[in-house]
T-cell receptor, first 113, second 113 residues
């Protein structure tokens, strides 16, 4: 199916473990983004990518690693999960940035115990 | 720091009634302002996007207005339906850093019978 998908949709992990959240889009959009959404905060940008092999930090990048070897995939890795990383994570993609629509995935709810 | 503030935080209205949601921002200069709808457990979906030179934009029963001088926007929902129950998020794109959107915390709307 076309669109943007995320996996897993739900994940529970323990403090200190490494976790990878997957994001896949079928539109061949150049830009991809990772956000986290927490109560009392708007969505906050973690990392974004303008193209394969080009990534840049957003507002809250500490503790996260991204890669983009293929245009359609943009995985987000928590190298050593902490309780403060309990959140809902959204991936998004767009053709460009200035005035272009961002299309969001369904989200991954991550709980770190 | 660029900020986007929305009011009210939550709102309950009867089906068929109209409502208006507010967004005040300090982002300057800005490129565009967007309104998103986010259903519970899902990713945000775009409703409207306006450049700084536009005053109003409609999408069906949704009408967004923008006053760039006062840095205010509103989203008016006409003849509300139960399916309008969702969070509505105001998002401002700073000019020059178009990849880094500034999100409001949203207004939670509940439409009841």
């Amino acid at each position: 199916d076309a669109g943007i998908t995320q996996s897993p949709r739900y994940k529970i992990t323990e403090t200190g473990r490494q976790v990878t959240l997957m994001c896949h889009q079928t539109w061949s959009h150049s830009y991809m983004f990772w956000y986290r959404q927490d109560l009392g905060h708007g969505l906050r940008l973690i990392y974004y990518s303008a193209a394969a092999d080009i990534t840049d930090k957003g507002e809250v990048p500490d503790g996260y690693v991204v890669s983009r070897s293929k245009t359609e995939n943009f995985p987000l890795t928590l190298e050593s999960a902490t309780r403060s990383q309990t959140s809902v994570y959204f991936c998004a993609s767009s053709q460009g940035v200035e005035g272009y629509e961002q299309y969001f995935g369904p989200g991954t709810r991550l709980t770190v115990t | 720091k660029n900020q986007v503030e929305q009011s009210p935080q939550s709102l309950i209205i009867l089906e068929g009634k109209n409502c208006t949601l507010q967004c005040n921002y300090t982002v300057s200069p800005f490129s565009n302002l967007r309104w998103y709808k986010q259903d519970t457990g899902r990713g945000p979906v775009s409703l409207t996007i306006m450049t700084f030179s536009e005053n109003t934009k409609s999408n069906g029963r949704y009408t967004a207005t923008l006053d760039a001088d006062t840095k205010q926007s509103s989203l008016h929902i006409t003849a509300s339906q139960l399916s309008d129950s969702a969070s509505y998020i105001c998002v401002v794109t700073p000019r020059g850093t178009a990849s880094k959107l500034t999100f409001g915390t949203g207004t939670r709307l509940q439409v009841t019978l």
